[in-house]
Nanobody, 116 residues
Framework: QVQLVESGGGKVQPGGSLRLSCAAS????????MGWYRQAPGKERELVAA???????AYANSVKGRFTISRVYAKNTVYLQMNSLKPEDTAVYYC??????????WGQGTLVTVSS
């Protein structure tokens, strides 16, 4: 069984920064993709950013140039550095880890609130 522990959420003013982290532990053989999704009130969950085992990255258009995803492979940890935050970035952010075909684990979610 694999567990994910997220941290780093909170409230920040527009233009501010936050860094989210997600550490995976447990019976891990390998991790293919680590990523972050978010879900705002009344909206569907959407992909924010992802990074593969080969260090390829993908970002939602709405966060390109503002968010950076990184990964420490030896620690099975993924980070999301969020800069120039906007009120529309307010959401619950979820870590997602893909262990293989059809095998994925979700974190419990961490709330990010961008408000003055």
């Amino acid at each position: 069984q694999v567990q994910l522990v997220e941290s780093g959420g909170g409230k920040v003013q527009p233009g501010g920064s936050l860094r989210l982290s997600c550490a995976a532990s447990g019976n891990i053989v390998s991790i293919n993709v680590m990523g972050w999704y978010r879900q705002a009130p009344g909206k569907e969950r959407e992909l924010v950013a992802a990074i593969t085992s080969g260090r390829d990255t993908a970002y939602a258009n709405s966060v390109k140039g503002r968010f950076t995803i990184s990964r420490v492979y030896a620690k099975n940890t993924v980070y999301l550095q969020m800069n120039s935050l906007k009120p529309e970035d307010t959401a619950v952010y979820y870590c997602n880890v893909q262990l293989g075909p059809g095998l994925e684990v979700w974190g419990q979610g961490t709330l990010v609130t961008v408000s003055s």
